[in-house]
T-cell receptor
């Protein structure tokens, strides 16, 4: 069974500084990896995904993520953080060996606070 | 927001009440999902529908009853709930159920069971 870990419950960063939100995963096949963001009182919003190809994936709002197969990681990054990026971030994984939607596993979430 | 709407946004119900949550997607998707989001717990997948057919029921208690009359609408019927069922209930949709497809979420219904 696949699993995903987000080792940090909380990440604090100053506005204008680069940010990283960490995610590691475990699958038996090849991973399909996703990042979502959740603002207060809202549903999850899709940011980006890695299926295959270039290890650096670019997504919405200036976010990008780097797939690292040897380290089984898919960290979310942004070169310059904004106060409006403050939210809850979820990493999710699916296994290429699963044909259908069951076993879509979400991490516990990391709360990002960008300080002005 | 994302093309997935949910009503009501907030619901307070007693343990003996019967209520329903509604979800509608305007994205032309074929798969729809119900999730439960509780504080301090990972997101829990409850039900999956693909082309109106239920394909997944993750050991959800029978007091939760889903209904999918067509690919655009999804309901969650609630009866005799427990206080521990209080949570944010999220609906999502995707193009279909293939594993590489991302999901689009509604804003959720905040349910409080008294």
């Amino acid at each position: 069974a696949q699993s995903v870990a987000q080792p940090e419950d909380q990440v604090n960063v100053a506005e204008g500084n680069p940010l990283t939100v960490k995610c590691t995963y475990s699958v038996s096949g090849n991973p399909y990896l996703f990042w979502y963001v959740q603002y207060p009182n809202r549903g999850l919003q899709f940011l980006l995904k890695y299926i295959t190809g270039d290890n650096l994936v670019k997504g919405s709002y200036g976010f990008e993520a780097e797939f690292n197969k040897s380290q089984t990681s898919f960290h979310l990054k942004k070169p310059s953080a904004l106060v409006s990026d403050s939210a809850l971030y979820f990493c999710a994984v699916r296994d290429s060996k699963d044909n259908y939607g069951q076993n879509f596993v979400f991490g516990p979430g990391t709360r990002l606070s960008v300080l002005p | 927001e994302t093309g997935v709407t949910q009503t009501p946004r907030h619901l307070v119900m007693g343990m003996t009440n019967k209520k329903s949550l509604k979800c509608e997607q305007h994205l032309g998707h074929n798969a729809m999902y119900w999730y439960k989001q509780s504080a301090k717990k990972p997101l829990e997948l409850m039900f999956v529908y693909n082309f109106k057919e239920q394909t997944e029921n993750n050991s959800v208690p029978s007091r939760f009853s889903p209904e999918c009359p067509n690919s655009s609408h999804l309901f969650l019927h609630l009866h005799t709930l427990q206080p521990e069922d209080s949570a944010l209930y999220l609906c999502a949709s995707s193009q279909d159920e293939r594993v590489m497809e991302e999901q689009y979420f509604g804003p959720g219904t905040r349910l409080t069971v008294t």
